[in-house]
């Protein structure tokens, strides 16, 4: 079975920083592509960030280019989201997702989710 | 970039009755679009890939169609755990991903 488990949310003042994780099981990490994709209170999904696996290519959503690093570690089956610069409006609840192939192009497994919220 | 526009935005229907959702590009997005269904408080599930596919475990009342810019999610009977949000997603713009705005099915 699958499984993804967030961690790393928490309450952070504006211009702060967060490092959140995402341990994965019952699948071969290595093998899949992998995204984080957030929502804001009340709010609909955003996509933040993807890494593939063939060649480890990352892309950002403008909204948090320059801010946050996505970053993968096989042996751990481990992928990582560090947040720098927050700003109150990237409040919300951060999904970790499992894409079925090389690419991430759609998100079939997802994690229940890490809170973050930035205020002072 | 392309956006995705969901209608409406509230869907009211009694649980055996057909739901109809539309999801529209703002330019084609080929057959590259997927669905999701989110309960509240939980996370989201994938449930039609590539416009017409169903994901692995989705039961056939689901159904997905629709080319280029215009695409819709029918639920061809509503069973009492279909009531939730549903969001579109296109991967046309890749690298560059973007969802719609969601439709909420809710009891009439």
């Known amino acids: 079975e699958v499984q993804l488990l967030e961690s790393g949310g928490g309450l952070v003042q504006p211009g702060g920083s967060l490092r959140l994780s995402c341990a994965a099981s019952?699948?071969?990490?290595?093998?899949?592509?992998m995204t984080w994709v957030r929502q804001a209170p009340g709010k609909g999904l955003e996509w933040v960030s993807g890494?593939?696996?063939?060649?480890?290519?990352?892309h950002y959503a403008d909204s948090v280019k320059g801010r946050f690093t996505i970053s993968r570690d096989s042996s751990k089956n481990t992928l990582y989201l560090q947040l720098d610069s927050l700003r109150v409006e990237d409040t919300a609840v951060y999904y970790c997702?499992?894409?079925?192939?090389?690419?991430?192009?759609?998100?079939?497994?997802w994690g229940k989710g890490t809170t973050v919220t930035v205020s002072s | 970039d392309i956006v995705l526009t969901q209608s409406p935005a509230t869907l009211s229907l009694s649980p055996g009755e057909r739901a109809t959702l539309s999801c529209r590009a703002s330019?084609?997005?080929?057959?590259?679009l997927a669905w999701y269904q989110q309960k509240p408080g939980q996370a989201p599930r994938l449930l039609i890939y590539?416009?017409?596919n169903r994901a692995t475990g989705i039961p056939p009342r689901f159904s997905g169609s629709g080319f280029g810019t215009d695409f819709t999610l029918t639920i061809s009977s509503l069973e009492p755990e279909d009531f939730a949000v549903y969001y579109c997603?296109?991967?046309?713009?890749?690298?560059?991903?973007?969802f719609g705005g969601g439709t909420k099915v809710e009891i009439k």
């Open positions: 590539d416009a017409s």
């Open positions: 997603q296109q991967r046309s713009s890749w690298p560059l991903l973007t």
């Open positions: 019952g699948f071969r990490f290595s093998s899949h592509a």
């Open positions: 890494i593939s696996s063939s060649d480890g290519s990352i």
């Open positions: 997702a499992k894409c079925p192939g090389y690419q991430y192009y759609y998100m079939d497994a």
């Open positions: 330019q084609s997005v080929s057959n590259s």
